[in-house]
């Protein structure tokens, strides 16, 4: 049943992009706010954001298990797939490296350069050794952030899992956007949320880079890999974004050498989420068979 909710909600997402706006939820914006006015310095501890992080969960776990069993899992399963379209996202990564690549190819700098600041969720300053380095590393590490970390958890723990994933990286985004604008208590609250959106982004990140290297340059990828162990850190989040970087953009180098050098930036979009989408099928593949096996047993 998780299986199939899984491949009917990435297939929906695709074809259902424009009509999910919604999946921009502005009310936990301001849950996220009360909770850094409400803890306010005490919100640093790890647990504190949990329990803040939690209570949104719960009615989706509550509401997951009183449909469990009921016309033959048919709502558990609508449920489902309701919540894994909400889950991924909240903007869908293939139409924004689409937006940005063809604002590349109209000539169009200025709108590529907002699309790139989606992509990045920032101003790209410090990433990379330019904008185009910087947006190939962001869509390796969003892809991680919106689909597969959902997935690893929606399998594991069921909606509330994908929900949970979600929730944590919403929140500390908030967080870190009131954080920049002075705001002590978020700043405080965004520290404890990132630790712990490291904590569940940990496993995915490393399954993802695996996918990565499988799906490209083998060889370069796990030399990347090296590289990045050896890199320290401030965080465990920074430690799993700068492995899928460098692990996915190695996967995808040899494929760009050679190339004129006007079109790489689009190239280099392009491909990155190329690896992304035969990583996203390495992924189904392997649950498949381990729904299978499971099955059989």
């Known amino acids: 049943m ?3 909710a899984l491949l009917l909600a990435l297939a929906c997402e695709r074809g259902l992009t424009q009509l999910f706006r ?9 849950y996220c706010d009360w909770v850094a006015r409400r803890f306010g310095a005490r919100a640093a501890s790890v647990p504190l954001a949990l329990l803040a992080v939690v209570l949104p969960v719960l009615p989706v776990a509550a509401v997951d298990r009183a449909l469990g069993g009921h016309l033959l899992g048919l709502p558990q399963l609508a449920f489902a797939l309701l919540v894994l379209l909400f889950s991924f996202g909240p903007r869908d990564l293939h139409d924004e490296v689409d937006d940005y690549v063809a604002a590349l190819e109209r000539g169009d700098r200025d709108e590529a350069s907002r699309r790139a600041k989606e992509l990045l969720e920032s101003d790209g300053a410090g990433r990379g050794s330019g904008l185009r380095n910087a947006v190939e590393e962001a869509v390796f590490v969003q892809a991680n952030n919106r689909v597969f970390g959902v997935i690893l958890w929606f399998m594991l723990l069921g909606p509330a899992g994908a929900w949970l994933f979600r929730v944590t990286d919403l929140m500390r985004r908030r967080a870190a956007f009131e954080a ?5 208590p978020a700043q405080s609250l965004g520290q404890a949320l990132t630790a712990l959106h490291g904590l569940l982004a940990w496993i995915p990140a490393r399954l993802a880079a695996v996918t990565y290297a499988l799906a490209g340059s083998f060889e370069d990828a796990v030399g990347n890999w090296r590289v990045a162990v050896d890199r320290a850190a401030e965080s465990a989040l920074d430690r799993s974004e700068d492995l899928l970087a460098r692990v996915g953009c190695a996967s995808l180098q040899p494929s760009l050498a050679g190339l004129p050098a006007e079109s790489l930036d689009a190239a280099a979009a392009r491909g990155a989420w190329r690896i992304v989408s035969r990583s996203t099928w390495i992924w189904l593949a392997v649950i498949a068979l381990l729904v299978l096996a499971g099955s059989a047993s």
């Open 180 to 184: 920049v604008r002075g705001d002590a």
């Open 22 to 30: 919604l999946r921009e939820p502005r009310w936990l914006d301001r």
């Open 2 to 4: 998780s299986l199939f």
